[in-house]
């Protein structure tokens, strides 16, 4: 597995063709080894801009932070 950090906040387009975030935090283990926690948020945007507008209004997300997939 992977020691790398993801960003926080991942921005996925769904079947339906909307877009979803979904918010990431990291905790360590006692051997220091990052365990993700993943949050889908309930809801859906017509843009990955909106979903980032969205993201940087409500959970106080800044420019570098962004995921997409």
Known sequence: M???IPKPFLIAKD???AFRLTLRQVRYNSQHYPIVM???Q???FESA???RAF???HHGAVAG???AK
């Open 2 to 4: 992977s020691r790398s």
């Open 15 to 17: 079947d339906e063709g």
């Open 38 to 40: 993943s949050a889908l």
């Open 42 to 44: 309930p809801e859906t």
């Open 49 to 51: 801009h909106a979903a």
């Open 55 to 57: 993201a940087k209004q």
């Open 65 to 67: 932070e962004f995921a």
